[in-house]
Each structure stands twice: as structure tokens, then as C-alpha cells.
């Protein structure tokens, strides 16, 4: 392993560097999170979660929800990374949705 020095100024070894990434699901975040940890970084990936299960469907495609959840984890699982999932189903709703809902009634062009 060679050592590099990060954005901090901080000298270590790959093994010795955490990489968290943000996966969504898809073949983009999961090539990332597997070409981290052939590195040899300490990998974690983390998933948002941003909309009720029972407002989505599990063949639905958006992000952040049902089956892009669950892609995530069983890729973090094949590639033997922890997994996280971030409950932000609230705050989502509240600061992003509520505001879109709002602007969009008042004839704005409302922007997420």
C-alpha cells in the first residue's frame, strides 16, 4: 500500500483511509464503491432514503426509495462493504416538497 496525502494534509495508507459513497442503486455508485475497496480503502456506502414506502412502489425508479434501496444494499453486500441507510423521509419532505407544492400553487416555477 502506498501513502498519499488527503485534502487535510493528512499522510496515510489506503487501509488506512474511510471513503464513504453515496449509493443510489445504480452501476455508477456501485463501480465507485467496488473500485474503492479493490483500493483498499475502508469503504462505506450510504443510501438517502427521502420517500415513504407505502407512497412508492417497489418497481418504481426513483431515487431513493424501494428498489433503488435495496440494489444498494445487496451490492454493498456482494462487495462486502457496510451499508448504511440515512432516514430522511421528513426533512425531504418538509424543506424540498412542501416548498415545490407551495411555489407551484402561488404560479411561481418552482425550484426543487
Do not use: W
Request: charged share 30%.
Amino acid at each position: 500500500m502506498s501513502k498519499f496525502t488527503n485534502s487535510l494534509g493528512i499522510t496515510k495508507s489506503e487501509k488506512d483511509t474511510k471513503v464513504v459513497v453515496a449509493m443510489s442503486g445504480g452501476v455508477d455508485s456501485s463501480t465507485v464503491a467496488g473500485l474503492m475497496k479493490k483500493e483498499g480503502y475502508k469503504t462505506i456506502g450510504v443510501t438517502l432514503k427521502l420517500y415513504d414506502d407505502v407512497k412508492t412502489s417497489i418497481k418504481s425508479r426513483q431515487c431513493c426509495a424501494g428498489q433503488d434501496i435495496m440494489d444498494a444494499k445487496r451490492v454493498a453486500n456482494q462487495i462486502n462493504i457496510d451499508h448504511k441507510i440515512l432516514y430522511y423521509q421528513k426533512k425531504f419532505r418538509k424543506d424540498v416538497i412542501d416548498n415545490f407544492v407551495e411555489s407551484y400553487m402561488a404560479g411561481e416555477t418552482p425550484i426543487p
